[in-house]
């Protein structure tokens, strides 16, 4: 597949994923689709320096909430952060993931 047929395919969320008006706060991602415990969501940050807590959000990356009780982790891999499912979600639940087990603070 060429670089531009990839750039054709682009989804900012995965196809069973949508944004909507969220009950913990403002807007957030919500699943359209049951989705299996341990999948692979998406990426939600990228490693970058020149921002100030060390990483740029993607689309997946600014629109979910915080829960202490998460359905979801943010797993770090490499230059990435990327979302898994912790447990089975049904259509219609919010992707949630427990912010205080992370430091999105940059590292010196």
């Known amino acids: 597949m060429s670089n531009f047929e990839k750039l054709k395919t682009f989804e900012p969320l995965a196809s069973s994923l949508t944004i909507k008006n969220s009950s913990i706060h403002g807007l957030g991602l919500f699943a359209i689709s049951e989705i299996l415990s341990e999948t692979e969501l998406g990426i939600s940050h990228v490693k970058d320096d020149r921002f100030s807590h060390g990483y740029i959000r993607t689309p997946l990356g ?9 359905n979801c982790e943010a797993v770090y891999d490499g230059d990435f952060i990327k979302i898994i499912t912790l447990t ?3 259509s219609g639940d919010e992707i949630t993931v427990d912010y205080t087990k992370h430091n999105w603070i940059k590292k010196n």
């Open 88 to 90: 089975n979600i049904n």
């Open 62 to 70: 600014g629109f979910f909430n915080h829960s202490k009780k998460p």
